[in-house]
């Protein structure tokens, strides 16, 4: 552990990598769209849905590699839960829900994602 946060195994940081590539993706894809021309386009609802889903099992397998990455990112259990009941509810997906949970938290998680990545790579530098 250096500067008051645990070293993360190299598969754990494979999977944050994934989660930031994806949250990258969803940035992009969203960047200039209303909520209402959101809502009428069900390819990019499609994509949405499985960038979240991507995003969501990253995490969840980050987890399972460092289960104190938990305490690194914010909300990290709500975009699990997020990515379970999309996987597991097909059919059900409260589009304007995941909508607003994009808009809301995009920059938030993705700058989290960053900093411990950063972290991480300044420490392999120092190593």
Same mark, same amino acid.
């Given at each position: 552990?250096? #500067?008051?946060?645990?070293?993360?195994?190299?598969? /754990?940081?494979?999977?944050?990598?994934?989660?930031?590539?994806?949250?990258?993706?969803? #940035?992009? &894809?969203?960047?200039?769209?209303? %909520?209402?021309? &959101?809502?009428?386009? *069900?390819?990019?609802?499609?994509?949405?849905?499985?960038?979240? %889903?991507?995003?969501? %099992?990253?995490?969840?397998?980050?987890? @399972? !590699?460092?289960?104190?990455? /938990?305490?690194?990112?914010?909300? &990290? *259990?709500?975009?699990?839960? /997020?990515?379970? *009941?999309?996987? #597991?509810?097909?059919?059900?997906?409260? !589009?304007?829900?995941?909508? /607003?949970?994009?808009?809301? *938290?995009?920059?938030?998680?993705?700058?989290?994602?960053? @900093?411990?990545? @950063?972290?991480?790579?300044?420490?392999?530098?120092?190593?």
């Amino acid at each position: 552990m250096r #500067h008051g946060r645990p070293s993360l195994k190299i598969e /754990t940081l494979q999977r944050l990598h994934d989660a930031e590539s994806a949250w990258r993706e969803l #940035h992009d &894809f969203c960047q200039g769209v209303s %909520e209402s021309a &959101f809502l009428e386009d *069900r390819g990019l609802k499609l994509i949405v849905q499985k960038l979240v %889903e991507i995003v969501g %099992e990253a995490l969840k397998q980050a987890e @399972a !590699y460092d289960p104190e990455i /938990t305490e690194l990112i914010p909300d &990290f *259990r709500k975009i699990v839960n /997020t990515r379970n *009941r999309i996987v #597991h509810g097909y059919g059900t997906v409260n !589009y304007r829900l995941l909508w /607003t949970i994009v808009q809301t *938290r995009i920059l938030m998680l993705q700058a989290s994602l960053v @900093a411990i990545l @950063a972290v991480q790579q300044a420490e392999e530098s120092e190593a």
